[in-house]
């Protein structure tokens, strides 16, 4: 089969499946190479309620060679840069197989979503938070979702819930006469989420902070 009636193919077969919570077009007519996908947040998960876009490149050697995918959706995910949109999945690198699909490398997205794989990161500051506290980052993946997957998206964004950072920490240093953007560069920088009675990691930010003056 054809490079061209393999991508009409599986275009046709993901508009006939009507179950499936996944959309595969092209962006022009006139261009086989390059489409967007979307899927729904799976269920249970920070990204429920969540909509996310990929855009999707193929290479005139498909399907012997892997689609070249990556989020336009912003997501905060382990495995996926939080700021290129850049993906770490192996079916999308050498695990690839002309077997597989458009709509398979798709579902195994929205299958990341909920087994995400911090020992392989794309993006080590996600995974670190990820590892060290589950929690937090749920909550701020949850907030991601709202800010940027969710039709009713946040216009305000919170720039401290958004990194993941304790809003108290942010007000301690704010207090202290420092720009609000500078400390959250700051804290992002040295990957510190919260800052409690910690004389030395407390002076460690403030010397960062005075150099940023």
């Not at 979503?113 to 911090?118: A, K, L, N, R, T």
Request: hydrophobic share 35%; glycine share 4%.
């Amino acid at each position: 089969m054809s490079r061209i009636k393999r991508i009409l193919k599986e275009l046709d077969d993901v508009q006939k499946d009507t179950q499936a919570s996944i959309t595969l077009k092209l962006i022009s007519e006139d261009d086989l190479s390059h489409l967007t996908g979307t899927f729904l947040g799976p269920p249970d998960t920070p990204y429920e309620g969540g909509k996310f876009v990929v855009d999707i490149k193929i290479p005139n050697e498909y399907p012997f060679k892997p689609p070249i995918m990556k989020f336009d959706t912003k997501v905060y995910h382990p495995n996926i840069s939080s700021v290129t949109g850049a993906i770490c999945l192996d079916i999308l690198k050498d695990a690839w197989t002309p077997i597989l699909t458009l709509k398979s490398s798709l579902i195994s997205l929205q299958s990341l979503f909920q087994s995400p794989e911090p020992n392989d990161p794309q993006d080590a500051e996600v995974a670190k938070h990820y590892i060290s506290d589950r929690d937090g980052f749920n909550k701020t993946a949850k907030y991601w979702t709202q800010t940027y997957a969710s039709d009713a998206s946040t216009k305000d964004v919170n720039d401290a819930q958004l990194y993941g950072i304790d809003e108290s920490t942010v007000s301690n240093f704010e207090n202290m006469g420092f720009p609000r953007d500078k400390v959250i560069e700051v804290l992002r920088r040295l990957g510190l989420k919260k800052v409690e009675s910690e004389p030395r990691t407390e002076n460690k930010v403030i010397e960062e902070l005075l150099k940023e003056n």
